[in-house]
């Protein structure tokens, strides 16, 4: 009995999948589906002149409102490299 309802939920479960993929593809041909925006990589330059002033990146995460990683993620994709030991300018 048991085998029959695994055999049923996997059954809908790729059914619901198939039907999803449907409707991505359908949105994406109609121009509605784009994915997320990378507003996080839209701030590299920023993050840039922040860094070169002097601020740590946790406080440019901060100031600029994304996470800290993608402040490491710009900083390694940029090839910029920390100043340390620069007093922030206020």
Known sequence: MLQ???AVAEH???AMLERQREG????????????RAK??????GDVE?????GVNPTEVA?????GR???YRAMKERKIKRVIGVAPAS
């Open 69 to 71: 990683s993608s402040v």
């Open 12 to 14: 809908e479960r790729e």
């Open 39 to 44: 507003t996080a990589m839209a701030k590299a």
């Open 62 to 66: 901060r100031k600029l409102g994304i």
């Open 4 to 6: 029959v309802l695994t």
């Open 49 to 53: 002149k922040l860094l070169a002033a």
């Open 24 to 35: 991505i593809a359908k949105a994406k041909a109609e121009g509605k589906y784009k994915g």
